[in-house]
Each structure stands twice: as C-alpha cells, then as structure tokens.
C-alpha cells in the first residue's frame, strides 16, 4: 500500500473476526517496526506476544476489578475488549538515558525531571515503534488499537505478564482480521495544528 494512503486509511478497530492470526506475520511486523528511531538508537522496545485466552481473559479480569474498586463502576468497553482479539501485544519500554540525562541528574534537578518526565525520549521512542507497527498491520489487512486504558491496572498486568521493573508496559495492541468500520474519526484542521515561524 502506498505510505500516504495507509496513513489517511488506518484507524482504530476495536471488533475482530474469530479468525486466527499467524504469529510469524506478527513477529515480522515486528522486526520491520524495529527499524523505527530512538533516543540515541537506544531501541527500548520490547514486545510480549499474548495468544493465551485464559491469559488474556485473566487480564481483562484484573482491568474490571481495578475499574470497579476505584470507580465504582463497570469498566467501559473501550477499556476491555482486547480479550477478543487473537492476539495482543503488550508493548514495553525499558529505561532510557542518555548522556544529557546523565549530566542534568547531577547539575539540575529541575530540567531532569523535565527531561525525564515530560520531553520523555524513552516513551516517545516507545511510540514511534508503535506506530509503525499499526501502520504495517493496517498494510497487511490486519485491524489494531492502540491502548492505555487497561494500564489502569499496570501493575496487575506486569504481574500476569511477567513484566519486571525497571521496565515499564506502556500499551496493549490487540490484533486481528477486523470487523469493517465505516467512519473514520474526525481530524482538526490543518491549520488549527501548523504555526510557520
Ligand atoms: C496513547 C493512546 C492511547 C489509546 N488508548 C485507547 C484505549 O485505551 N482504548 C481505545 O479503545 N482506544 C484507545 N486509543 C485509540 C484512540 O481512541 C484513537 O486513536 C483515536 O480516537 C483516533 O481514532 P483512529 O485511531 O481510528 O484514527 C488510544 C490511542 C493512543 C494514541
């Protein structure tokens, strides 16, 4: 597919169909978003391959009674239906610092945390990789969904996935043949998101 089109064309899809989906297709999508930039090349990626029903039923399990102890209510849908796909990814990012990181750690705490927590090159790195890869799954026929919201139960799926710190799940992808969805969601205009200086 030509790089434009894929890009105006993907969007999110949230209802796959029962079909499986190879796991080999999702290792190589992988290792062509590995080509993707990072902070001083540092490629602080790392992905888990969740296929396991009951994992993955387990998983939503932990989101809804997370959701449900804070907020006293069910969790939304947009929030649990990763469980339906064939297959999540669990995204990781592992620490990052560069040199600058090291040097404002010591000379100034203020631009460290600054630079630690909100420029953040280790979660944007992250974030280009993800990208990619739900570029190249739409290239491939396959729908994905990028998603936080079931990191309101971070560590509970650290826990189940095995994830040790320091390093950090930042996304769930979930994967599959999808279910068409018509609409494509609105995008501001151009010139709301462009100042030439
Ligand atoms: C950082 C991030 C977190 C997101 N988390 C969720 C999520 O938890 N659940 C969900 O259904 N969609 C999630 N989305 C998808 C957005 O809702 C979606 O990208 C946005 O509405 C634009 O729609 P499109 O992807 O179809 O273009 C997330 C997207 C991003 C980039």
Same mark, same amino acid.
């Given at each position: 597919?030509?790089?434009?089109?894929?890009?105006?064309?993907?969007?999110?899809?949230?209802?796959?169909? $029962?079909? &499986?989906?190879?796991?080999?297709?999702?290792? $190589?999508?992988?290792?062509?978003?590995?080509?993707?930039?990072?902070?001083?090349?540092?490629?602080?990626? %790392?992905?888990?391959?969740?296929?396991?029903?009951?994992?993955?039923?387990?998983?939503?399990?932990?989101?809804?009674?997370?959701?449900?102890?804070?907020?006293? $209510?069910?969790?939304?849908?947009?929030?649990? %239906?990763?469980? &339906?796909?064939?297959?999540?990814?669990?995204?990781?990012?592992?620490?990052?610092?560069?040199?600058?990181?090291?040097?404002?750690?010591?000379?100034?705490?203020?631009?460290?945390?600054?630079?630690? %927590?909100?420029?953040?090159?280790?979660?944007?790195?992250?974030?280009?990789?993800?990208?990619?890869?739900?570029?190249?799954?739409?290239?491939?026929?396959?729908?994905?969904?990028?998603?936080?919201?079931?990191?309101?139960?971070?560590?509970?799926?650290?826990?189940?996935?095995?994830?040790?710190?320091?390093?950090?799940?930042?996304?769930?992808?979930?994967?599959?043949?999808?279910?068409?969805?018509?609409?494509?969601?609105?995008?501001?205009?151009?010139?709301?998101?462009? $100042?030439?200086?």
């Amino acid at each position: 597919m030509d790089l434009t089109l894929a890009i105006e064309t993907r969007k999110s899809i949230r209802k796959f169909k $029962k079909e &499986d989906v190879d796991v080999n297709q999702i290792m $190589k999508i992988i290792e062509i978003a590995s080509n993707s930039p990072s902070g001083g090349n540092s490629q602080n990626w %790392f992905t888990y391959i969740i296929k396991d029903k009951d994992v993955l039923d387990g998983m939503r399990n932990e989101v809804e009674k997370v959701y449900k102890t804070l907020i006293e $209510k069910e969790a939304p849908g947009v929030y649990t %239906f990763f469980n &339906d796909a064939p297959v999540v990814l669990a995204v990781v990012e592992k620490p990052y610092a560069g040199s600058i990181d090291n040097i404002l750690e010591k000379t100034d705490k203020d631009r460290n945390y600054t630079r630690k %927590f909100i420029v953040n090159p280790g979660l944007q790195s992250v974030s280009s990789f993800i990208t990619h890869i739900l570029l190249l799954c739409h290239n491939e026929g396959l729908g994905a969904c990028w998603m936080t919201g079931p990191l309101i139960a971070k560590q509970e799926l650290e826990d189940i996935i095995g994830v040790k710190s320091p390093d950090n799940l930042v996304a769930l992808i979930p994967i599959g043949k999808p279910v068409e969805r018509n609409s494509k969601t609105p995008r501001k205009n151009v010139s709301e998101i462009i $100042k030439v200086i």
